[in-house]
């Protein structure tokens, strides 16, 4: 976690946020997939840059044996193409029922569901604070890696979960 943020603070400190600032404006939609964070193993996202500095996204995903939904507001600290941010975000986590005993990731299964069976179905809801990093190439192409904090609502079991992607703006 410390090496993230020394990452982060690293990169907003390179650069100027000119080309960025540009490129948002000019490319609003964003749309790629995820591995990890807030969709679990493998998601599909879509990206809408409302300012320059400003993005909502949102997607669906899966865990194998389960299904994942996330909507995430994210704020920019702008650089020349790598820009480190904060982002806030919900997301349910749900199965109607499942052959599988033994799910990931460990925070789902040893947190939010707390010993009980997924065999026969579950529902969890998170609020998910975050920080992150995006590089974004002048064609389009943009890698991103983030760290969550998620806490399951109502409750606020909590754990930790990283995530990364890949999206083209257009």
Known sequence: MKTLLHVILL????GYAGFLEDFKNERRFGAGVS??????SLGMEIEFNLEPEISIAGGLGTGGSYSTLAVKGRYFLL???VSPY??????????????ERDIGPSVLKNIFLEGAD???GFS???????????????SGFSLYLEAHYFFKIPNFAN???????????F
């Open 86 to 99: 904060f982002l806030m975000g919900i997301a349910r986590w749900w199965s109607d029922g499942t052959s």
């Open 79 to 81: 650089g020349d193409q």
């Open 124 to 138: 969890v809801w998170t609020l998910y604070p975050g920080i992150g990093v995006q590089f974004i190439h002048d």
């Open 118 to 120: 997924p065999r026969s």
């Open 11 to 14: 990169a907003s400190s390179l």
């Open 159 to 169: 754990g930790t979960y990283a995530g990364m992607g890949a999206s083209w703006f």
């Open 35 to 40: 591995a990890g964070g807030p969709l679990s």
